[in-house]
């Protein structure tokens, strides 16, 4: 990697065999599977034994503050997500405007869209300009149920995959999901 002038950027120190010097992105929480048919995906995942799923549309209606590369936008999304471990596994299926989601599916097709960190619970606005300053804007965005914002990052080029946050207050409870799929748990 060099800058401009040709000059090799320095590497960031090695600080433990899990740690750069420059780390901030801190436990990875989820893996999202973009896909054309969410019910499909979550079949051929629960065939695998992950599950149950929890069904929700992300919408106007359910989310404000919807932004698509720099500019407020409309979309919506079905949005699935089954936890394993302390990993949540989740499902995205475009559903109309304009969307990251729908932009990988026509470029790659089907498969794992992005990965989300909890950043190491630094406060909103400091994580958004972390990655801001390492040359990662937000490239789609907006607040579930008044409460959970979420920030997607442009990290593909550098990656191979998107890069998200997502902060969801101390004591949130989920609302109920739209269904359950195959079923809801006992105690649910």
């Not at 932009?103 to 909890?118: M, N, P, S, T, Y």
């Not at 190491?120 to 390492?134: G, I, N, S, V």
């Not at 920030?151 to 269904?179: K, L, M, N, S």
Request: proline residues 9%.
């Amino acid at each position: 990697m060099t800058s401009a002038d040709s000059t090799p950027e320095p590497w960031p120190a090695v600080v433990s065999a899990t740690e750069l010097s420059n780390s901030f992105l801190g436990g990875l929480l989820e893996i999202c599977f973009v896909t054309a048919d969410h019910r499909r995906t979550m079949e051929g995942l629960v065939r695998l034994g992950i599950g149950p799923w929890r069904i929700y549309t992300f919408d106007s209606s359910t989310v404000t503050e919807q932004t698509y590369r720099g500019k407020a936008a409309d979309f919506a999304i079905k949005v699935c997500f089954a936890d394993v471990g302390q990993l949540a596994v989740e499902i995205m299926q475009p559903l109309s405007g304009p969307s990251i989601f729908a932009e990988h599916l026509a470029r790659h097709g089907e498969g794992i869209h992005h990965v989300a960190f909890d950043i190491e619970r630094r406060p909103w606005d400091e994580r958004l300009a972390t990655f801001a300053r390492r040359g990662f804007p937000v490239i789609q965005s907006g607040r579930f149920n008044h409460q959970n914002a979420f920030a997607f990052f442009d990290t593909e080029d550098a990656t191979g995959t998107t890069f998200e946050t997502y902060d969801i207050p101390p004591g949130y409870v989920w609302p109920q999901p739209e269904a359950w799929f195959p079923a809801p748990p006992p105690d649910a």
